[in-house]
């Protein structure tokens, strides 16, 4: 019997769980509430013929095993003590503390993501009367889940909530939502290509302070790098781990495949590590990512002990986590509207926005405009495109 944590990133040398979870891919998403449904049953068991469990836990026998699963959380990491959060809970609590203005503005916000749902509660904090438009008639964006008719709940895909989230945790402490997260092992855990249905794992240690119990999880980790690729992987690390943010701004002008080959760390550490990040990041390659992005990850990982301490979701994020902030916008006079297409900026001649045209005819005119939508908005003649993060 086997025992282990159940999520994507702890599936533990299980080939039998990949075909579970593929299982429960083509069926349905593997979500959180799913997860929560099998934690409320505690225990479930899956027969297995994989040799990838045979050397591991007792009573194997012929090669027929049966997988044991416990879905099991881990105590909230203390978060609250970190720079970064006390920084970013500062900055929030600035809006709520701030005098209120004697003329609120009406700020209209594209897009109900976590960008523009999170800029509206800031805005409602700060006094002002925000109105989201949201194209689609589900909040989250990236984030929005939907129901089947069994009543089982379809994900964009999972998310990820990390310690390193300063800004992220304080809305959930804001809103009263914290206790929805639900903390794994601090491991980090990477199908391996060359070996499919094999896992390699970089553990962090709970008693080394960052960034060394990241560099422990580097050496450790036997499956995937040989000793020269691991030490050759730290030093190239080094200049971020010493450098800081400037170093990592510094390296935007280069691909994550170009920052390796810099840093002389092997190929095969791009193969086996680096695809994988890049594309969890932004779903593109190594040789097409700037180095920047990767680097900002890892530079939080490496200066917070907890920062790469993954959260799950206790369930589907538009109920879970965008109903709060949608609560709290509409308590503070602010506004949501779903099926609000916007379809043009219409600009004054000044070049200052007249108002969002929506697609049924609707104008919405507001003192200020944010875009918190990522893709093509039109815009007069020309494609816009803009992004907008908190
Ligand atoms: C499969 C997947 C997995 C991910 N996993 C993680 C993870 O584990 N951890 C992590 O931190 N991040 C993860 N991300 C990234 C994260 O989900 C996004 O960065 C974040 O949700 C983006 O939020 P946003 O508000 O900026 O944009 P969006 O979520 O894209 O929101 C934009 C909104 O604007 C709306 N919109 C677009 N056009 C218009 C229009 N014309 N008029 C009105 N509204 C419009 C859209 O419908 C949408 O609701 C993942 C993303 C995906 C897709």
Redesign the pocket.
Known sequence: MDTGCLSSMNIAGAKQVRSFAGQLHTQRCFTSSSVQALKTSHRTTFSSTSPGLRNKGKGSRRGLRALQVVCQDFPRPPLENTINYLEAGQLSSSFRSSERPSKPLQVVI????????STAKYLADAGHKPIV????DVL?????AWKDEDGDWYE???????GA?PNVQNLFAELGISDRLQWKEHSMIFAMPNKPGEYSRFDFPETLPAPLNGVWAILKNNEMLTWPEKVKFAIGLLPAMLGGQAYVEAQDGLTVSEWMEKQGVPDRVNDEVFIAMSK?LNFINPDELSMQCILIALNRFLQEKHGSKMAFLDGNPPERLCMPIVNHIQSLGGEVRLN????KIELNPDGTVKHFALTDGTQITGDAYVC????A?YFQESCFLC???V
């Open positions: 594209a897009g109900a993501g976590l960008a523009g749902l438009l949201e194209a689609r989250g964006g990236k984030l929005a964009t895909g999972l998310h990820i909530f990390f989230y969890a609000s297409r916007i379809q918190a939508a990522p893709g908005i992004t907008y993060s």
